[in-house]
C-alpha cells in the first residue's frame, strides 16, 4: 500500500544550525510534494510545493529536494531560530493526478536558544 | 484579507447526538476541502467541492457524514449520529485554484464524542 514516512521522534537542534527534515514514500511516482507547518492548536500553513520534474526549490531559508529515484524529500532550515519550533508535515498527491494531497505523520522541530 | 474560520473550535458531545462544523473560506475560493485528524494519526481528506459541486468525496467514512455547500460560500459538516471513533480534529482548507497549489487552513475544530 501506498505510505508516507516522517521521522516520528522530534528533532531537536541548536540555533543557527541547519534543520533537515526527511519524507521518504512508497509504491507511488506523485506529480508534486507539499511541506507545511502545524502550529499547536492550529490548521497546517503551506510553506513550499515541488513538482515531479523539479530537484530543489528555496524560499528565504528553506530549501525543499525531491528525490523521485529515492522516493525521498529533504527539507532544510538553515539558520533555524527557535520561532521555527514546530510541526513539519509533508503532503503528496498519490491519488492518481487528483490533486489531494496525502499527508505524513509530521516530524516535531525544537530549536534550542 | 480574512483567512479561513471555522466554527465552533471545540464540541463535546454524546454518542448518538448530532454535530454540525461550519466553514468560511477565504472570499473568492471556489475549491473548498475538508480533511480530519483523528488522534495520533495524519491528516486524511474527507471531500472536495468546487463552488456548490461535490468535486471528490472519496474520503469520507460513512453516510453518516454529511457535507454542503449551498451557495459556493460556506460549507457545513453534519455528523449524525456521532460515533465514538468520529472524535478528532476537523480541517477545512480553501484555494483558489486546483492543481496541487496552496491550500489556506482553518484552526480546525476539535470534536470530542463521549
Known amino acids: 500500500s501506498q505510505k508516507i514516512e516522517q521521522n516520528s521522534e522530534a528533532l531537536n537542534i541548536q540555533e543557527g544550525k541547519t534543520a533537515t527534515l526527511t519524507c521518504n514514500y512508497t509504491?507511488?511516482?506523485?506529480?508534486?510534494l507539499q511541506w507545511y507547518r502545524q502550529d499547536p492548536g492550529r490548521g497546517p500553513v503551506f510553506l513550499l510545493l515541488?513538482?515531479?520534474?523539479?530537484k530543489e526549490k528555496r524560499k528565504e531559508r528553506l530549501k525543499v529536494t525531491f528525490d523521485t529515484t529515492l522516493k525521498q524529500s529533504l527539507f532544510h532550515i538553515t539558520a533555524s531560530q527557535p520561532a521555527d519550533s514546530a510541526t513539519y508535515l509533508c503532503?503528496?498527491?498519490?491519488?492518481?493526478?487528483?490533486?489531494?494531497?496525502?499527508f505524513g505523520r509530521g516530524t516535531s522541530l525544537i530549536v534550542h536558544p | 484579507e480574512a483567512g479561513v474560520t471555522q466554527f465552533p473550535s471545540h464540541s463535546v458531545i454524546e454518542k448518538g447526538q448530532t454535530v454540525t462544523l461550519r466553514c468560511d473560506p477565504i472570499s473568492g475560493h471556489d475549491n473548498l476541502y475538508w480533511y480530519r485528524r483523528v488522534m495520533g494519526k495524519e491528516i486524511k481528506f474527507l471531500l472536495h467541492?468546487?463552488?456548490?459541486?461535490?468535486?471528490?468525496e472519496s474520503g469520507m467514512p460513512n453516510n453518516r457524514f454529511l457535507a454542503e455547500r449551498t451557495g459556493g460560500t460556506y460549507s457545513t459538516l453534519k455528523v449524525q449520529p456521532a460515533e465514538l471513533e468520529d472524535s478528532g480534529v476537523y480541517f477545512c482548507a480553501s484555494s483558489q485554484d486546483y492543481g496541487g497549489n496552496e491550500q489556506y487552513f482553518g484552526p480546525g475544530t476539535r470534536l470530542t464524542v463521549t
Open positions: 467541492f468546487v463552488k456548490e459541486s461535490k468535486q471528490d
Open positions: 503532503a503528496l498527491d498519490m491519488s492518481g493526478g487528483s490533486y489531494i494531497p496525502t
Open positions: 509504491n507511488y511516482s506523485p506529480a508534486y
Open positions: 515541488i513538482r515531479e520534474n523539479e
